[in-house]
């Protein structure tokens, strides 16, 4: 069908052009619209029905718990700098100095452990995020020079109908408030950001560390991988237990691991993290290092789906992957990363190019 007859792909291209006005938009003095883009779209998919639906309300509290995971990584010491990039103009922006403060309290674990085993002073971050999100980036990010135009979700509040923080503070202790913490997302926008997934993630990033590089007047290549590239040393601890749950076998190829450097074993994010960003261990599965190269960025074939859901729904397999994730105090996340697959899947085009081995792509037909 051509593209003039076909109004939801114009409606997805309008979308994606306001978007990218969005992105250049040069007013801001932090980063965060970035974050908040982002965490919408991985919350639109994590928080979608059973029935695949995708979430249409996102809670503030739910956003600031994703936009702290964005963030978790940034704080760390850049190289080039031996302190975490500035990302705000005018100084560090708060969100990122209270992360870095909390890890700092917190001996720098993983957010897992973290959340685990310093449940008061994460909320207490947490509340503090989700104020700052309320205050500033929310009422602000879709204002276009001095024009507010809401094409992304609506809130109860604005510029011009300022939020009432004492109520914030009162509804996050749970005291009568009027506060309304519902994002709305707009109609066709979870379903524009799903589909537009593998093309704004990557702009976002870019125009992201570019505005970080400028910031801090530091190269912009090297800053991207290190803002969203994957921290691959932080997961190796997981390939020696999933050896043994796979019998010595890689997850694909399902031939043995053997000590030449492309046999041996290496963590896989099955969902890619270029796709969605989830560390739960239930993502995790153990290939070759040859295969993992030659699967890089995309998404596995359904063949390889299917058992992946398998192992994730097996009670035994079920019970040994949970009892790796206590012993590691790692979390699981086995029905939120079945649940972001499910939607990713249905929403790919009939035809996307599928990884099924080395070397061997096979077109997807919708299951
Ligand atoms: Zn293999």
């Given at each position: 069908?051509?593209?003039?007859?076909?109004?939801?792909?114009?409606?997805?291209?309008?979308?994606?052009?306001?978007?990218?006005?969005?992105?250049?938009?040069?007013?801001?003095?932090?980063?965060?619209?970035?974050?908040?883009?982002?965490?919408?779209?991985?919350?639109?998919?994590?928080?979608?029905?059973?029935?695949?639906?995708?979430?249409?309300?996102?809670?503030?509290?739910?956003?600031?718990?994703?936009?702290?995971?964005?963030?978790?990584?940034?704080?760390?010491?850049?190289?080039?700098?031996?302190?975490?990039?500035?990302?705000?103009?005018?100084?560090?922006?708060?969100?990122?100095?209270?992360?870095?403060?909390?890890?700092?309290?917190?001996?720098?674990?993983s957010i897992f452990?973290?959340?685990?085993?310093?449940?008061?002073?994460?909320?207490?971050?947490?509340?503090?995020?989700?104020?700052?999100?309320?205050?500033?980036?929310?009422?602000?990010?879709?204002?276009?020079?001095?024009?507010?135009?809401?094409?992304?979700?609506?809130?109860?509040?604005?510029?011009?109908?300022?939020?009432?923080?004492?109520?914030?503070?009162?509804?996050?202790?749970?005291?009568?408030?009027?506060?309304?913490?519902?994002?709305?997302?707009?109609?066709?926008?979870?379903?524009?950001?799903?589909?537009?997934?593998?093309?704004?993630?990557?702009?976002?990033?870019?125009?992201?560390?570019?505005?970080?590089?400028?910031?801090?007047?530091?190269?912009?290549?090297?800053?991207?991988?290190?803002?969203?590239?994957h921290?691959?040393?932080a997961i190796?601890?997981?390939?020696?237990?999933?050896?043994?749950?796979?019998?010595?076998?890689?997850?694909?190829?399902?031939?043995?691991?053997?000590?030449?450097?492309?046999?041996?074993?290496?963590?896989?994010h099955?969902?890619?993290w270029?796709?969605?960003p989830n560390d739960g261990l239930?993502n995790f599965?153990?290939?070759?290092?040859?295969?993992?190269?030659?699967?890089?960025?995309?998404?596995?074939?359904?063949?390889?789906?299917?058992?992946?859901?398998?192992?994730?729904?097996?009670?035994?397999?079920?019970?040994?992957?949970?009892?790796?994730?206590?012993?590691?105090?790692w979390e699981?996340l086995?029905?939120?990363?079945?649940?972001?697959?499910?939607?990713?899947?249905?929403?790919?085009?009939?035809?996307?190019?599928?990884?099924?081995?080395?070397?061997?792509?096979?077109?997807?037909?919708?299951?």
């Open positions: 069908m051509s593209l003039s007859r076909n109004p939801e792909a114009l409606g997805a291209i309008a979308f994606a052009e306001q978007c990218l006005s969005l992105l250049d938009e040069a007013s801001y003095n932090t980063t965060y619209k970035f974050a908040v883009l982002l965490a919408l779209m991985d919350l639109v998919v994590e928080k979608a029905n059973k029935d695949g639906t995708l979430a249409s309300t996102i809670t503030t509290k739910q956003l600031a718990i994703k936009v702290i995971e964005n963030y978790w990584h940034h704080v760390r010491a850049y190289p080039a700098l031996q302190t975490q990039p500035l990302q705000g103009k005018s100084g560090q922006a708060e969100i990122i100095s209270s992360i870095h403060t909390f890890r700092d309290a917190t001996s720098f674990g452990y973290v959340r685990q085993n310093f449940a008061a002073k994460y909320q207490t971050l947490v509340n503090k995020v989700e104020k700052k999100l309320i205050e500033m980036p929310l009422p602000r990010l879709q204002y276009f020079g001095k024009q507010e135009h809401r094409f992304i979700y609506d809130i109860s509040w604005s510029m011009t109908k300022l939020v009432d923080l004492k109520q914030v503070t009162a509804y996050q202790r749970n005291q009568v408030s009027n506060f309304d913490n519902r994002i709305h997302i707009l109609p066709h926008v979870a379903d524009y950001l799903v589909n537009l997934n593998g093309l704004l993630r990557p702009m976002i990033h870019r125009a992201w560390a570019m505005q970080v590089a400028k910031m801090n007047q530091l190269e912009e290549s090297k800053l991207q991988y290190f803002l969203f590239g921290e691959r040393n190796h601890r997981f390939a020696d237990p999933l050896q043994d749950l796979q019998n010595n076998r890689c997850f694909y190829c399902e031939n043995t691991f053997k000590g030449q450097a492309k046999l041996k074993p290496e963590v896989d099955f969902i890619p270029s796709r969605y239930a599965v153990l290939a070759h290092s040859d295969c993992n190269n030659s699967k890089s960025d995309h998404f596995a074939s359904t063949d390889h789906l299917e058992k992946w859901r398998c192992r994730n729904s097996d009670e035994s397999q079920l019970k040994q992957l949970s009892d790796i994730a206590h012993q590691h105090k699981l086995e029905q939120s990363s079945v649940n972001v697959a499910n939607v990713l899947y249905e929403r790919l085009q009939a035809g996307t190019e599928l990884w099924q081995g080395k070397g061997v792509f096979v077109g997807y037909v919708n299951i």
